[in-house]
Structure formats: structure tokens, C-alpha cells
């Protein structure tokens, strides 16, 4: 299908584990970006890609590990899961100045 | 400091009920302005971007104003399926105009 999408869609994870979060889009787009969304906080910027290979801090990356060696998938590993990586993940991809987001990925560090 | 404030954080309007949602900035040298809506537990879908004081957009009954310190999101005899959170977004500090920085959203409830 076309379109930007998540997987997982819910994990569990413990704490001290690694865990990717993975993001796929199909529009060829040359931005993509990782944001979590937490109450109290909103959406907040993790990291961000330019293109493949390029990839850039944003607000929130500490704890957090991009890479991007195609275009359309731009994974999200956590090293070293802490209960305050407790989370929504959404991954977002765009062309022009609008961002497209995907579904989310409802991330729960116990 | 640059930030994004939005207002009310909730808004409870009765079906056919017009009102405007809020969203300030301070930030020099505006990069664009930019509407997003929440459905829960979905991602924000893009409404629209303003550039320059005076612009305006529409989309069915939405209607996005922009001055130089504040949008309003213009809702006109609003209906449930408008229920949703709204967001707003701006390009903050030195970096890429795609660094955006999100407001905490209004909550809006349409009543039937």
C-alpha cells in the first residue's frame, strides 16, 4: 500500500533491552523524521533525515539511534530502553514543507 | 525564548456552534505556519501552511488566519466528525526549516 507506515503497532519491552522501531514510505520522499509524543509535552522532534545516509539531531535524541541507508525505511533503535522512553512514536516523511505522518508506534519500558 | 502556545487546551462547541482556536509564536523571522489535525490514536494529518501576515486558507469549514504573532483556526458551524485536536507548528531557532516545533494542541468536542 501506499503511503508511510509503522511497525510495530504496540510493543512491551523491558527496560535494558534494544528495540527498533521500524518506518517505511513509499513516496520516494527525501525527509523523514522520528517524534515522540508524551502528555504534557506534545510532539517533540527525535531526529531527522535529509536524505539517505544524512541524518540529523533534533529536540529529544538522547538514548536514541537513527541510520538511513535507503531512502524509504528510516529505523528507530533503542539502545538501552529506559522507562521514560515510554512513549508514542510517530514517524513522519516529506517532500515540500508539509510532513506526512505514519500511524504510530505505542511503546511501553517496563 | 522562541515558543508556540496554543489556546484553549479544550473546547466544547455545540454542532453548528462557530468559534476560532489560537495559536501563538514568538520567533523572528516566521518560516511558516503550519496546521495539523489528531484523530485519537492516529497520526497528525496536514491541514495547512501559512507564510506571510494576512494570508488565509480553507478546507470546508476550517479556515486558517495568520497575523504577525498569533493564526487562528476558524471553525464554522462545526459538526462531530470536526471533533478531533488540533495542532499548530513552527520552525524554531537556527536550524532547518523542517525542525518544527509543535504547540500542545486544543481539544475540540462538537456535540450533536
New interface residues.
Given amino acids: 500500500d501506499a503511503g508511510i507506515t509503522q511497525s510495530p503497532r504496540y510493543k512491551i519491552t523491558e527496560t535494558g533491552r534494544q528495540v527498533t522501531l521500524m518506518c517505511h514510505q513509499t513516496w520516494s520522499h527525501s525527509?523523514m523524521?522520528w517524534y515522540r509524543q508524551d502528555l504534557?509535552?506534545?510532539?517533540?522532534?527525535i531526529y531527522?533525515s535529509?536524505a539517505a545516509d544524512i541524518t540529523?539531531k533534533?529536540?529529544v535524541p538522547d538514548g536514541y539511534v537513527v541510520s538511513r541507508s535507503k531512502t524509504e525505511n528510516f529505523p528507530l533503535t533503542l539502545e538501552s530502553a529506559t522507562r521514560s522512553q515510554t512513549s508514542v512514536y510517530?514517524c513522519?516523511s516529506?517532500a515540500g514543507?508539509?510532513?506526512?505522518?505514519?500511524?504510530?508506534t505505542r511503546l511501553t519500558v517496563t | 525564548e522562541d515558543q508556540v502556545t496554543q489556546s484553549p487546551e479544550a473546547l466544547r462547541l455545540q454542532e453548528g456552534e462557530s468559534s476560532s482556536l489560537n495559536c501563538s509564536y514568538t520567533v523572528s523571522g516566521l518560516r511558516?505556519l503550519?496546521w495539523?489535525r489528531q484523530d485519537p490514536?492516529?497520526?497528525?494529518?496536514?491541514l495547512f501552511?501559512l507564510y506571510s501576515a494576512g494570508e488565509e486558507k480553507e478546507k470546508e469549514r476550517l479556515k486558517a488566519t495568520l497575523t504577525k504573532k498569533e493564526s487562528f483556526l476558524h471553525i464554522t458551524a462545526p459538526k462531530p466528525e470536526d471533533s478531533a485536536t488540533y495542532?499548530c507548528?513552527v520552525p524554531l531557532g537556527p536550524?532547518?526549516?523542517?525542525?518544527?516545533?509543535?504547540?500542545?494542541?486544543t481539544q475540540l468536542t462538537v456535540l450533536p
Avoid: V
Fill in positions: 525527509y523524521f504534557g509535552h506534545g510532539l517533540r522532534l531527522y535529509a540529523d533534533g529536540e510517530f513522519a516529506s514543507t508539509e510532513q506526512y505522518f505514519g500511524p504510530g | 511558516g503550519f495539523y490514536g492516529k497520526g497528525p494529518e496536514f501552511t495542532l507548528a536550524g532547518s526549516a523542517r525542525q518544527l516545533t509543535f504547540g500542545s494542541g
